[in-house]
Protein backbone atom coordinates (compact mmCIF):
# COMPACT_ATOMS: atom_id res chain seq x y z
CA UNK A 1 0.00 0.00 0.00
CA UNK A 2 1.13 3.36 -0.30
CA UNK A 3 -0.23 7.10 -1.78
CA UNK A 4 -2.76 7.20 -4.42
CA UNK A 5 -2.35 9.82 -6.86
CA UNK A 6 -5.66 10.30 -9.09
CA UNK A 7 -5.75 12.62 -12.24
CA UNK A 8 -6.65 13.19 -15.66
CA UNK A 9 -5.19 15.46 -18.58
CA UNK A 10 -8.49 15.97 -19.61
CA UNK A 11 -9.19 18.19 -16.95
CA UNK A 12 -6.91 20.73 -18.47
CA UNK A 13 -9.85 21.22 -21.69
CA UNK A 14 -11.79 23.50 -19.79
CA UNK A 15 -11.03 27.24 -20.09
CA UNK A 16 -12.09 31.00 -20.28
CA UNK A 17 -13.34 31.63 -23.60
CA UNK A 18 -14.14 35.81 -23.15
CA UNK A 19 -11.99 38.55 -21.09
CA UNK A 20 -13.14 38.40 -17.49
CA UNK A 21 -10.45 39.32 -14.53
CA UNK A 22 -12.54 37.62 -11.83
CA UNK A 23 -12.31 34.22 -13.68
CA UNK A 24 -8.86 34.09 -15.55
CA UNK A 25 -7.23 32.74 -12.57
CA UNK A 26 -8.89 29.21 -12.62
CA UNK A 27 -6.69 28.26 -15.31
CA UNK A 28 -5.57 24.30 -16.89
CA UNK A 29 -2.32 25.51 -15.95
CA UNK A 30 -3.07 25.36 -12.34
CA UNK A 31 -2.65 21.67 -12.97
CA UNK A 32 -0.39 21.04 -15.53
CA UNK A 33 2.23 23.07 -13.38
CA UNK A 34 1.51 21.70 -10.04
CA UNK A 35 1.84 18.00 -11.51
CA UNK A 36 5.48 19.17 -13.18
CA UNK A 37 6.61 20.26 -10.01
CA UNK A 38 5.04 16.90 -8.41
CA UNK A 39 7.70 15.11 -11.16
CA UNK A 40 10.29 17.71 -10.73
CA UNK A 41 10.60 16.70 -7.44
CA UNK A 42 10.25 13.01 -7.99
CA UNK A 43 7.16 12.57 -6.26
CA UNK A 44 4.80 11.21 -8.69
CA UNK A 45 7.00 8.89 -9.46
CA UNK A 46 6.36 7.64 -5.98
CA UNK A 47 2.34 7.29 -6.13
CA UNK A 48 0.36 4.49 -7.37
CA UNK A 49 -0.93 7.06 -10.30
CA UNK A 50 -5.19 6.34 -11.00
CA UNK A 51 -6.72 7.69 -14.20
CA UNK A 52 -9.42 9.51 -13.02
CA UNK A 53 -12.71 8.54 -14.25
CA UNK A 54 -16.28 10.48 -14.85
CA UNK A 55 -18.97 10.18 -12.05
CA UNK A 56 -22.20 8.84 -13.26
CA UNK A 57 -25.07 11.09 -13.29
CA UNK A 58 -26.90 8.73 -10.31
CA UNK A 59 -23.47 9.46 -8.45
CA UNK A 60 -24.08 13.33 -8.92
CA UNK A 61 -27.30 12.45 -7.69
CA UNK A 62 -26.29 11.93 -4.67
CA UNK A 63 -25.23 15.69 -4.08
CA UNK A 64 -27.03 17.51 -7.18
CA UNK A 65 -30.56 17.54 -8.44
CA UNK A 66 -31.35 16.05 -11.51
CA UNK A 67 -32.39 19.76 -13.30
CA UNK A 68 -28.95 21.01 -12.16
CA UNK A 69 -27.53 18.13 -13.59
CA UNK A 70 -28.98 17.96 -17.34
CA UNK A 71 -28.23 22.11 -17.37
CA UNK A 72 -24.79 21.44 -16.50
CA UNK A 73 -25.34 18.24 -19.22
CA UNK A 74 -27.11 21.09 -22.00
CA UNK A 75 -23.41 23.19 -21.49
CA UNK A 76 -21.33 20.87 -23.85
CA UNK A 77 -23.68 21.82 -27.42
CA UNK A 78 -23.58 25.74 -26.34
CA UNK A 79 -22.19 28.30 -28.07
CA UNK A 80 -19.67 30.56 -26.71
CA UNK A 81 -22.32 33.55 -26.06
CA UNK A 82 -24.60 31.19 -24.97
CA UNK A 83 -22.13 29.96 -22.37
CA UNK A 84 -21.17 33.19 -21.17
CA UNK A 85 -24.99 34.55 -20.82
CA UNK A 86 -25.15 31.09 -18.99
CA UNK A 87 -22.15 31.81 -16.93
CA UNK A 88 -23.89 35.54 -15.28
CA UNK A 89 -26.70 33.57 -14.21
CA UNK A 90 -24.04 32.85 -11.26
CA UNK A 91 -21.65 34.38 -9.08
CA UNK A 92 -17.34 34.14 -9.88
CA UNK A 93 -18.27 30.94 -12.65
CA UNK A 94 -17.62 30.34 -16.20
CA UNK A 95 -18.01 27.35 -18.31
CA UNK A 96 -17.35 25.67 -21.27
CA UNK A 97 -18.23 23.05 -23.82
CA UNK A 98 -15.50 21.30 -21.98
CA UNK A 99 -16.67 21.66 -18.58
CA UNK A 100 -19.35 19.00 -18.09
CA UNK A 101 -16.66 16.08 -19.06
CA UNK A 102 -13.98 17.90 -16.18
CA UNK A 103 -16.45 18.44 -13.66
CA UNK A 104 -17.67 14.98 -13.90
CA UNK A 105 -14.62 13.51 -14.27
CA UNK A 106 -12.99 15.62 -11.02
CA UNK A 107 -15.96 14.41 -8.99
CA UNK A 108 -15.19 11.06 -10.16
CA UNK A 109 -11.94 10.72 -9.14
CA UNK A 110 -13.00 11.83 -5.58
CA UNK A 111 -15.06 9.19 -5.52
CA UNK A 112 -12.21 6.56 -6.96
CA UNK A 113 -9.73 7.90 -4.44
CA UNK A 114 -12.21 6.98 -1.69
CA UNK A 115 -12.53 3.67 -2.93
CA UNK A 116 -9.06 3.09 -3.25
CA UNK A 117 -8.43 4.29 0.27
CA UNK A 118 -11.43 2.04 2.02
CA UNK A 119 -10.55 -0.72 -0.07
CA UNK A 120 -6.86 -1.23 1.76
CA UNK A 121 -5.54 -0.76 -1.74
CA UNK A 122 -4.05 2.37 -0.81
CA UNK A 123 -3.42 4.18 2.52
CA UNK A 124 -4.10 7.53 1.52
CA UNK A 125 -3.83 9.68 -1.65
CA UNK A 126 -4.59 12.92 -3.53
CA UNK A 127 -7.23 13.59 -6.40
CA UNK A 128 -5.49 16.82 -8.26
CA UNK A 129 -8.78 18.11 -9.96
CA UNK A 130 -10.11 21.56 -11.57
CA UNK A 131 -12.98 22.49 -11.77
CA UNK A 132 -13.12 22.99 -7.81
CA UNK A 133 -16.17 21.79 -5.42
CA UNK A 134 -16.37 23.32 -2.33
CA UNK A 135 -18.62 26.45 -3.23
CA UNK A 136 -21.23 24.29 -5.58
CA UNK A 137 -24.70 24.10 -3.72
CA UNK A 138 -27.24 21.35 -4.81
CA UNK A 139 -28.77 23.65 -8.05
CA UNK A 140 -25.93 25.85 -8.00
CA UNK A 141 -22.41 26.57 -9.30
CA UNK A 142 -20.68 29.38 -7.47
CA UNK A 143 -16.83 30.68 -7.33
CA UNK A 144 -15.47 28.45 -10.08
CA UNK A 145 -17.32 25.20 -8.52
CA UNK A 146 -19.34 22.99 -10.88
CA UNK A 147 -20.29 19.69 -8.54
CA UNK A 148 -19.30 19.42 -5.18
CA UNK A 149 -16.27 16.81 -5.48
CA UNK A 150 -15.92 16.82 -1.62
CA UNK A 151 -19.84 16.31 -0.90
CA UNK A 152 -20.08 13.99 -3.45
CA UNK A 153 -16.97 11.95 -1.75
CA UNK A 154 -18.24 11.87 1.11
CA UNK A 155 -22.19 10.64 0.41
CA UNK A 156 -20.29 7.64 -1.65
CA UNK A 157 -18.23 7.12 1.23
CA UNK A 158 -21.46 6.91 3.50
CA UNK A 159 -23.82 4.99 0.65
CA UNK A 160 -21.37 2.39 -0.70
CA UNK A 161 -18.48 1.83 2.00
CA UNK A 162 -20.84 1.91 5.38
CA UNK A 163 -19.10 4.98 7.19
CA UNK A 164 -20.97 6.51 10.22
CA UNK A 165 -18.52 9.39 10.87
CA UNK A 166 -16.45 11.98 8.39
CA UNK A 167 -14.29 13.92 9.14
CA UNK A 168 -14.14 16.91 6.54
CA UNK A 169 -11.58 19.68 6.75
CA UNK A 170 -11.76 22.50 4.77
CA UNK A 171 -8.77 24.80 4.80
CA UNK A 172 -9.26 26.91 2.01
CA UNK A 173 -9.18 30.73 1.76
CA UNK A 174 -12.57 30.71 1.09
CA UNK A 175 -15.54 29.23 3.00
CA UNK A 176 -16.50 25.92 1.55
CA UNK A 177 -20.28 27.04 1.84
CA UNK A 178 -22.14 24.10 -0.52
CA UNK A 179 -20.27 21.43 2.05
CA UNK A 180 -21.54 22.91 4.95
CA UNK A 181 -25.13 23.35 3.28
CA UNK A 182 -25.02 19.58 1.97
CA UNK A 183 -24.51 18.17 5.57
CA UNK A 184 -25.10 21.25 8.31
CA UNK A 185 -27.67 18.73 9.37
CA UNK A 186 -26.10 15.72 9.45
CA UNK A 187 -24.08 14.78 12.48
CA UNK A 188 -22.27 11.70 10.53
CA UNK A 189 -20.49 14.51 8.78
CA UNK A 190 -17.99 16.53 10.92
CA UNK A 191 -17.31 19.71 8.81
CA UNK A 192 -14.50 22.06 10.07
CA UNK A 193 -13.49 25.05 7.51
CA UNK A 194 -10.49 27.54 8.17
CA UNK A 195 -11.18 30.30 6.20
CA UNK A 196 -10.66 33.97 5.61
CA UNK A 197 -13.87 35.94 7.15
CA UNK A 198 -13.13 39.66 8.13
CA UNK A 199 -16.15 39.80 10.15
CA UNK A 200 -18.31 38.93 7.03
CA UNK A 201 -16.26 41.64 4.59
CA UNK A 202 -14.39 38.75 2.66
CA UNK A 203 -16.06 36.34 0.14
CA UNK A 204 -18.30 35.01 -0.38
CA UNK A 205 -19.49 37.12 2.04
CA UNK A 206 -21.88 34.96 4.41
CA UNK A 207 -23.22 35.07 7.54
CA UNK A 208 -23.46 31.31 7.49
CA UNK A 209 -19.27 31.36 7.06
CA UNK A 210 -18.90 32.95 11.01
CA UNK A 211 -17.96 30.62 13.81
CA UNK A 212 -21.28 30.77 15.57
CA UNK A 213 -23.05 28.62 12.76
CA UNK A 214 -22.72 25.27 14.16
CA UNK A 215 -25.45 23.26 12.00
CA UNK A 216 -28.95 22.50 12.09
CA UNK A 217 -31.14 19.91 13.64
CA UNK A 218 -29.57 17.19 14.75
CA UNK A 219 -26.58 18.20 13.12
CA UNK A 220 -25.86 21.22 15.42
CA UNK A 221 -22.08 20.95 17.14
CA UNK A 222 -20.68 19.38 13.88
CA UNK A 223 -20.39 22.20 11.63
CA UNK A 224 -16.84 23.89 12.54
CA UNK A 225 -16.00 27.36 10.98
CA UNK A 226 -13.07 28.71 12.07
CA UNK A 227 -12.88 32.46 10.60
CA UNK A 228 -10.37 34.83 10.37
CA UNK A 229 -10.94 37.89 10.92
CA UNK A 230 -7.95 40.06 10.51
CA UNK A 231 -5.40 39.64 7.76
CA UNK A 232 -4.43 36.93 5.19
CA UNK A 233 -4.58 33.08 6.52
CA UNK A 234 -0.47 33.32 5.59
CA UNK A 235 -0.55 29.49 5.46
CA UNK A 236 2.89 28.67 3.77
CA UNK A 237 3.61 25.40 1.78
CA UNK A 238 5.40 23.91 5.08
CA UNK A 239 2.35 24.44 6.54
CA UNK A 240 0.39 22.48 4.66
CA UNK A 241 2.88 19.37 5.33
CA UNK A 242 2.26 20.35 8.84
CA UNK A 243 -1.63 20.24 8.56
CA UNK A 244 -1.74 17.04 7.00
CA UNK A 245 0.90 15.22 9.34
CA UNK A 246 -1.09 15.98 12.03
CA UNK A 247 -4.74 14.89 10.37
CA UNK A 248 -2.58 11.69 9.44
CA UNK A 249 -2.98 10.75 13.02
CA UNK A 250 -6.99 10.40 12.62
CA UNK A 251 -8.62 7.52 11.07
CA UNK A 252 -5.92 4.94 10.90
CA UNK A 253 -4.36 7.44 8.47
CA UNK A 254 -7.03 7.21 5.56
CA UNK A 255 -6.91 10.78 4.58
CA UNK A 256 -8.25 11.70 0.84
CA UNK A 257 -7.44 14.87 -0.03
CA UNK A 258 -8.76 16.81 -2.93
CA UNK A 259 -7.58 20.07 -4.26
CA UNK A 260 -9.82 22.74 -4.32
CA UNK A 261 -8.78 26.33 -4.52
CA UNK A 262 -5.01 27.78 -4.92
CA UNK A 263 -4.15 30.30 -7.87
CA UNK A 264 -1.07 31.76 -7.28
CA UNK A 265 0.99 28.67 -9.65
CA UNK A 266 3.93 28.79 -7.95
CA UNK A 267 2.41 28.72 -4.10
CA UNK A 268 -0.43 26.56 -5.21
CA UNK A 269 2.40 23.67 -6.88
CA UNK A 270 4.64 23.66 -3.85
CA UNK A 271 1.62 23.46 -1.40
CA UNK A 272 0.86 20.37 -3.18
CA UNK A 273 4.15 18.84 -3.09
CA UNK A 274 3.98 19.28 0.60
CA UNK A 275 0.95 17.81 0.93
CA UNK A 276 2.54 14.71 -0.82
CA UNK A 277 5.62 14.61 0.75
CA UNK A 278 3.26 14.54 4.06
CA UNK A 279 1.29 11.82 3.02
CA UNK A 280 3.98 9.99 1.53
CA UNK A 281 5.27 10.09 5.39
CA UNK A 282 8.46 11.90 4.42
CA UNK A 283 9.20 14.69 7.12
CA UNK A 284 7.93 18.00 7.13
CA UNK A 285 10.07 20.93 7.01
CA UNK A 286 10.75 23.16 9.71
CA UNK A 287 8.12 26.56 10.11
CA UNK A 288 9.32 29.38 9.84
CA UNK A 289 8.88 32.72 11.83
CA UNK A 290 8.13 33.09 15.56
CA UNK A 291 5.47 30.86 17.17
CA UNK A 292 3.44 33.61 18.68
CA UNK A 293 -0.28 33.33 17.93
CA UNK A 294 -1.68 36.66 16.88
CA UNK A 295 -4.27 37.75 19.24
CA UNK A 296 -6.88 38.44 16.71
CA UNK A 297 -6.67 34.67 15.46
CA UNK A 298 -6.65 33.66 19.40
CA UNK A 299 -10.06 35.29 18.93
CA UNK A 300 -11.28 33.70 16.17
CA UNK A 301 -10.46 30.01 17.98
CA UNK A 302 -12.19 31.52 21.11
CA UNK A 303 -15.49 32.19 19.39
CA UNK A 304 -15.45 28.82 17.96
CA UNK A 305 -15.05 27.07 21.75
CA UNK A 306 -17.73 29.44 22.84
CA UNK A 307 -20.17 28.33 20.03
CA UNK A 308 -19.43 25.09 20.54
CA UNK A 309 -19.05 24.43 24.02
CA UNK A 310 -22.67 23.34 24.51
CA UNK A 311 -22.34 20.48 21.91
CA UNK A 312 -19.01 19.07 22.96
CA UNK A 313 -18.11 17.69 26.43
CA UNK A 314 -14.43 18.32 25.92
CA UNK A 315 -14.95 22.07 25.34
CA UNK A 316 -17.29 21.87 28.76
CA UNK A 317 -14.70 20.70 31.26
CA UNK A 318 -12.89 23.71 31.85
CA UNK A 319 -15.59 25.91 32.88
CA UNK A 320 -17.94 28.36 31.27
CA UNK A 321 -16.32 29.91 28.05
CA UNK A 322 -16.47 33.59 27.97
CA UNK A 323 -17.69 35.27 24.87
CA UNK A 324 -15.82 37.53 22.73
CA UNK A 325 -16.55 41.36 22.92
CA UNK A 326 -19.26 42.82 20.61
CA UNK A 327 -16.47 44.62 19.06
CA UNK A 328 -15.10 41.27 17.38
CA UNK A 329 -19.54 40.98 15.31
CA UNK A 330 -18.81 44.31 12.95
CA UNK A 331 -21.63 45.07 10.88
CA UNK A 332 -21.18 42.71 7.63
CA UNK A 333 -21.02 44.51 4.71
CA UNK A 334 -20.15 43.64 0.97
CA UNK A 335 -17.65 45.75 -0.58
CA UNK A 336 -17.93 47.20 -4.17
CA UNK A 337 -16.75 44.73 -6.33
CA UNK A 338 -16.59 40.87 -5.99
CA UNK A 339 -12.86 40.10 -7.03
CA UNK A 340 -11.64 36.37 -6.02
CA UNK A 341 -9.33 37.17 -8.72
CA UNK A 342 -8.48 40.56 -8.35
CA UNK A 343 -5.77 43.55 -7.04
CA UNK A 344 -6.00 40.82 -3.14
CA UNK A 345 -5.13 38.09 -4.99
CA UNK A 346 -1.80 39.90 -6.69
CA UNK A 347 -0.81 41.35 -3.41
CA UNK A 348 -0.80 38.02 -1.68
CA UNK A 349 1.06 37.02 -5.08
CA UNK A 350 3.79 39.08 -4.51
CA UNK A 351 4.06 37.90 -0.65
CA UNK A 352 4.01 35.02 -1.43
CA UNK A 353 6.90 34.89 -4.29
CA UNK A 354 9.31 36.02 -1.33
CA UNK A 355 8.58 33.48 1.32
CA UNK A 356 8.51 30.98 -1.06
CA UNK A 357 12.07 31.76 -2.20
CA UNK A 358 13.13 31.69 1.54
CA UNK A 359 11.30 28.29 1.85
CA UNK A 360 12.95 26.74 -1.23
CA UNK A 361 16.38 27.92 -0.05
CA UNK A 362 15.70 26.02 3.30
CA UNK A 363 14.30 22.85 1.23
CA UNK A 364 17.57 22.57 -0.67
CA UNK A 365 19.61 22.67 2.76
CA UNK A 366 17.69 20.31 4.32
CA UNK A 367 16.60 17.50 1.89
CA UNK A 368 15.00 14.45 3.26
CA UNK A 369 17.51 12.08 4.91
CA UNK A 370 18.16 9.06 2.40
CA UNK A 371 16.72 6.66 5.55
CA UNK A 372 13.33 7.46 7.05
CA UNK A 373 13.88 5.57 10.50
CA UNK A 374 16.46 3.37 11.84
CA UNK A 375 16.49 0.60 14.89
CA UNK A 376 18.54 -0.90 16.86
CA UNK A 377 16.71 -3.21 18.97
CA UNK A 378 18.39 -6.43 18.90
CA UNK A 379 17.07 -7.68 22.16
CA UNK A 380 13.94 -7.34 21.38
CA UNK A 381 13.77 -10.57 19.74
CA UNK A 382 12.38 -12.48 16.58
CA UNK A 383 8.51 -10.95 17.38
CA UNK A 384 9.82 -7.88 15.96
CA UNK A 385 7.74 -6.82 12.84
CA UNK A 386 9.33 -3.49 11.51
CA UNK A 387 7.86 -2.30 8.35
CA UNK A 388 10.07 -2.83 5.15
CA UNK A 389 11.84 0.53 4.56
CA UNK A 390 13.16 0.42 8.28
CA UNK A 391 16.83 -0.02 8.78
CA UNK A 392 17.95 -2.58 11.27
CA UNK A 393 21.16 -0.79 12.67
CA UNK A 394 24.00 -3.44 13.53
CA UNK A 395 26.42 -0.53 13.50
CA UNK A 396 28.22 1.56 17.01
CA UNK A 397 29.97 4.44 17.52
CA UNK A 398 33.06 3.90 17.99
CA UNK A 399 34.35 1.68 21.33
CA UNK A 400 36.73 4.29 22.86
CA UNK A 401 34.12 7.12 22.40
CA UNK A 402 31.74 4.99 23.51
CA UNK A 403 33.60 4.06 26.94
CA UNK A 404 34.37 7.71 27.61
CA UNK A 405 30.54 8.95 27.59
CA UNK A 406 30.12 6.11 29.21
CA UNK A 407 32.71 7.17 32.33
CA UNK A 408 30.06 10.02 33.72
CA UNK A 409 27.76 7.22 35.39
CA UNK A 410 28.76 3.92 37.04
CA UNK A 411 24.86 2.20 35.00
CA UNK A 412 27.21 2.26 31.97
CA UNK A 413 29.67 0.74 32.92
CA UNK A 414 28.28 -3.00 32.67
CA UNK A 415 28.79 -4.66 29.32
CA UNK A 416 25.17 -4.62 28.56
CA UNK A 417 24.75 -0.99 29.11
CA UNK A 418 27.98 0.33 26.87
CA UNK A 419 27.11 -1.66 23.80
CA UNK A 420 23.32 -0.27 24.13
CA UNK A 421 24.83 3.44 24.67
CA UNK A 422 27.29 2.49 21.62
CA UNK A 423 24.01 2.19 19.74
CA UNK A 424 22.09 4.82 20.60
CA UNK A 425 25.15 7.41 20.41
CA UNK A 426 25.10 5.76 16.12
CA UNK A 427 21.94 6.65 15.89
CA UNK A 428 21.76 9.96 17.51
CA UNK A 429 24.97 11.21 15.16
CA UNK A 430 23.18 9.59 12.29
CA UNK A 431 20.37 12.05 12.48
CA UNK A 432 22.34 15.17 13.65
CA UNK A 433 24.37 14.42 10.07
CA UNK A 434 20.86 14.10 8.13
CA UNK A 435 22.11 10.18 7.04
CA UNK A 436 18.55 9.24 9.27
CA UNK A 437 15.40 10.90 9.77
CA UNK A 438 14.78 9.14 13.03
CA UNK A 439 15.61 6.42 15.00
CA UNK A 440 14.63 3.96 17.93
CA UNK A 441 17.03 2.14 20.67
CA UNK A 442 16.27 -0.23 23.60
CA UNK A 443 18.27 0.23 26.70
CA UNK A 444 18.52 -1.64 29.88
CA UNK A 445 16.15 -0.23 32.68
CA UNK A 446 18.61 0.50 35.21
CA UNK A 447 20.81 2.58 32.97
CA UNK A 448 17.74 4.34 30.96
CA UNK A 449 18.18 7.51 32.94
CA UNK A 450 22.44 7.46 32.52
CA UNK A 451 21.71 7.04 28.87
CA UNK A 452 18.94 9.68 28.18
CA UNK A 453 21.48 12.05 30.33
CA UNK A 454 24.53 10.85 27.87
CA UNK A 455 22.36 11.63 24.69
CA UNK A 456 21.26 14.72 25.28
CA UNK A 457 24.96 16.19 26.32
CA UNK A 458 26.02 14.40 22.88
CA UNK A 459 22.80 15.99 21.29
CA UNK A 460 23.82 19.24 22.32
CA UNK A 461 27.43 18.68 21.50
CA UNK A 462 26.94 17.48 17.92
CA UNK A 463 25.10 20.51 17.13
CA UNK A 464 21.69 20.16 18.19
CA UNK A 465 20.64 24.31 18.84
CA UNK A 466 16.95 23.29 20.30
CA UNK A 467 17.11 19.61 22.46
CA UNK A 468 13.27 18.49 23.46
CA UNK A 469 13.39 15.75 25.89
CA UNK A 470 9.90 14.19 26.45
CA UNK A 471 10.86 11.69 29.38
CA UNK A 472 7.86 9.81 30.17
CA UNK A 473 7.93 7.28 33.60
CA UNK A 474 10.48 7.58 36.52
CA UNK A 475 13.74 9.61 34.82
CA UNK A 476 14.72 12.73 36.62
CA UNK A 477 16.08 15.46 34.73
CA UNK A 478 20.16 15.17 34.99
CA UNK A 479 20.78 18.00 37.88
CA UNK A 480 23.45 19.33 36.33
CA UNK A 481 22.22 20.00 32.89
CA UNK A 482 22.32 23.61 32.13
CA UNK A 483 18.74 25.64 31.83
CA UNK A 484 20.17 27.92 28.99
CA UNK A 485 17.42 27.81 26.61
CA UNK A 486 18.96 25.10 24.58
CA UNK A 487 17.18 22.49 25.91
CA UNK A 488 13.53 21.81 26.99
CA UNK A 489 12.58 18.63 29.38
CA UNK A 490 8.88 17.82 29.90
CA UNK A 491 8.46 14.62 32.21
CA UNK A 492 4.79 13.25 31.73
CA UNK A 493 4.11 10.70 34.94
CA UNK A 494 5.43 13.33 37.41
CA UNK A 495 4.46 13.14 40.80
CA UNK A 496 2.66 16.41 40.20
CA UNK A 497 2.00 19.29 37.67
CA UNK A 498 4.82 21.38 38.05
CA UNK A 499 6.91 24.38 35.86
CA UNK A 500 9.97 24.23 37.59
CA UNK A 501 11.36 26.68 35.12
CA UNK A 502 10.88 27.86 32.24
CA UNK A 503 12.32 24.59 30.55
CA UNK A 504 11.35 22.15 33.37
CA UNK A 505 7.97 20.82 33.32
CA UNK A 506 6.63 18.15 35.03
CA UNK A 507 3.22 16.94 34.64
CA UNK A 508 1.41 13.80 36.06
CA UNK A 509 -0.29 11.07 33.31
CA UNK A 510 -3.71 11.10 32.96
CA UNK A 511 -5.86 8.08 33.78
CA UNK A 512 -8.41 8.57 30.74
CA UNK A 513 -8.40 8.61 26.96
CA UNK A 514 -9.55 12.40 27.37
CA UNK A 515 -6.94 13.18 30.03
CA UNK A 516 -4.11 12.19 28.18
CA UNK A 517 -5.37 13.97 24.58
CA UNK A 518 -5.72 17.27 26.47
CA UNK A 519 -2.17 16.62 27.98
CA UNK A 520 -0.78 15.90 24.58
CA UNK A 521 -2.86 17.85 22.58
CA UNK A 522 -3.12 21.46 25.09
CA UNK A 523 0.34 20.56 26.84
CA UNK A 524 2.74 18.93 24.93
CA UNK A 525 2.28 19.97 21.32
CA UNK A 526 1.80 23.76 21.79
CA UNK A 527 5.22 23.27 23.85
CA UNK A 528 7.06 21.54 21.08
CA UNK A 529 5.79 24.31 18.24
CA UNK A 530 6.85 27.02 20.65
CA UNK A 531 9.90 25.74 21.13
CA UNK A 532 10.79 24.64 17.69
CA UNK A 533 13.40 21.92 18.54
CA UNK A 534 15.77 20.60 15.83
CA UNK A 535 16.02 17.23 17.88
CA UNK A 536 13.26 15.38 20.11
CA UNK A 537 14.22 12.38 21.97
CA UNK A 538 11.60 10.68 23.83
CA UNK A 539 12.18 8.07 26.45
CA UNK A 540 9.96 5.89 27.80
CA UNK A 541 11.31 4.81 31.34
CA UNK A 542 11.05 2.88 33.93
CA UNK A 543 7.13 2.52 34.81
CA UNK A 544 6.27 4.81 32.16
CA UNK A 545 2.41 3.83 31.75
CA UNK A 546 1.59 4.25 28.76
CA UNK A 547 -0.31 1.75 26.36
CA UNK A 548 0.91 1.30 23.39
CA UNK A 549 -1.14 3.49 21.21
CA UNK A 550 -0.88 6.58 23.49
CA UNK A 551 3.22 6.02 23.02
CA UNK A 552 2.92 5.86 19.05
CA UNK A 553 0.59 8.94 18.73
CA UNK A 554 2.88 10.70 21.21
CA UNK A 555 6.04 9.77 18.81
CA UNK A 556 3.99 10.27 15.64
CA UNK A 557 2.62 13.77 16.82
CA UNK A 558 6.31 14.78 17.95
CA UNK A 559 7.83 13.83 14.58
CA UNK A 560 6.09 16.83 12.88
CA UNK A 561 7.24 19.92 14.76
CA UNK A 562 10.65 18.59 15.07
CA UNK A 563 11.02 17.67 11.00
CA UNK A 564 10.74 13.99 11.87
CA UNK A 565 13.87 14.50 13.44
CA UNK A 566 13.40 12.07 16.74
CA UNK A 567 14.90 9.78 18.93
CA UNK A 568 12.74 7.06 20.97
CA UNK A 569 14.50 5.40 23.79
CA UNK A 570 13.11 2.24 25.01
CA UNK A 571 13.46 -0.32 27.91
CA UNK A 572 15.05 -3.61 26.56
CA UNK A 573 12.41 -5.06 28.19
CA UNK A 574 10.05 -3.53 26.15
CA UNK A 575 7.53 -5.44 24.38
CA UNK A 576 8.19 -6.09 20.38
CA UNK A 577 4.73 -5.18 20.10
CA UNK A 578 5.48 -1.13 21.41
CA UNK A 579 8.53 -1.27 19.08
CA UNK A 580 7.03 -1.86 16.62
CA UNK A 581 4.15 0.30 16.43
CA UNK A 582 6.96 3.21 17.70
CA UNK A 583 8.81 2.61 14.63
CA UNK A 584 6.02 2.60 12.80
CA UNK A 585 4.69 5.90 13.89
CA UNK A 586 8.46 7.57 13.35
CA UNK A 587 8.49 6.03 9.79
CA UNK A 588 5.66 7.77 9.26
CA UNK A 589 2.52 5.48 9.74
CA UNK A 590 -0.64 6.71 11.40
CA UNK A 591 -0.86 5.01 14.86
CA UNK A 592 -3.47 2.88 16.21
CA UNK A 593 -6.52 4.21 17.60
CA UNK A 594 -6.57 4.63 21.27
CA UNK A 595 -9.96 3.16 22.06
CA UNK A 596 -13.08 4.21 23.49
CA UNK A 597 -12.99 7.60 24.62
CA UNK A 598 -13.42 8.62 28.33
CA UNK A 599 -13.26 12.40 29.52
CA UNK A 600 -10.69 13.96 31.90
CA UNK A 601 -11.18 13.72 35.67
CA UNK A 602 -11.55 16.97 37.06
CA UNK A 603 -8.67 16.74 38.97
CA UNK A 604 -6.75 16.53 35.42
CA UNK A 605 -8.39 18.97 34.24
CA UNK A 606 -7.50 21.11 37.06
CA UNK A 607 -3.94 20.26 36.90
CA UNK A 608 -3.24 20.72 33.68
CA UNK A 609 -5.73 24.29 33.38
CA UNK A 610 -2.99 25.98 36.26
CA UNK A 611 -0.28 24.01 34.57
CA UNK A 612 -1.30 26.11 31.45
CA UNK A 613 -1.48 29.35 33.36
CA UNK A 614 1.66 29.51 34.64
CA UNK A 615 3.75 28.43 31.65
CA UNK A 616 1.79 30.90 29.27
CA UNK A 617 3.55 34.28 29.75
CA UNK A 618 6.60 32.37 28.03
CA UNK A 619 5.10 29.85 25.75
CA UNK A 620 2.65 31.70 23.76
CA UNK A 621 1.42 29.10 21.92
CA UNK A 622 -0.47 27.48 24.97
CA UNK A 623 -2.76 30.12 24.39
CA UNK A 624 -3.90 28.95 21.48
CA UNK A 625 -5.86 25.84 23.91
CA UNK A 626 -6.54 28.09 26.82
CA UNK A 627 -9.44 30.64 27.47
CA UNK A 628 -8.22 34.69 26.00
Keep these: MGTALVYHEDMTEARLLWEDPECEIESPERLTTTLERLQQRGLEQRCLRLAAREASEAELGLVHSPEYVALLRGTQALGTRELQALSRQYDAIYFHPSTFHCARLAAGA ?6 AVLTGAVHNGLALVRPPGHHSQRAAANG ?15 EKHGLHRILIVDWDVHHGQGIQYTFEDDPSILYFSWHRYEHGRFWPYLR ?3 AYTVGQGQGRGFTVNLPWNQGQMQATPECFAHL ?3 LQVLAGGRVCAVLEGGYYLESLSQSVCMMVQALLGDPAPPLSGPMVPHHSALESIQSVRAAQAPHWTSLQQ ?13 PEWRPATLLPGGSEFKTAATQAAAALSSLLDQLYLQPTPPVRTAVALTSLGAGLVLPPDVLCEERSAPQEETQTWARLHEALAKEEALTALGKVLYLLDAIMDGKVSSGLAATPALAAAATLDVAIRRGLAQGAQRLLCVAVGQLDRPSDLVDDGRNLWLNIRGKEAAALSTFHVSVPLPATTGGFLSCVLALVLPLAYGFQPDLVLLALGPAHGLRDP ?8 LRVPAGGRVLALVGAESSAQLAGVLARALCGEAPPGLGPFSAASPEDTRALVDLRGRLEPQWKMLQVAARV
Design 550 to 557: QAALLAAL
Design 244 to 246: TQL
Design 318 to 330: EGPVPVPSPSNHS
Design 208 to 210: ESS
Design 110 to 115: GLQLVD
Design 144 to 158: FCVFNNVALAAKHAQ
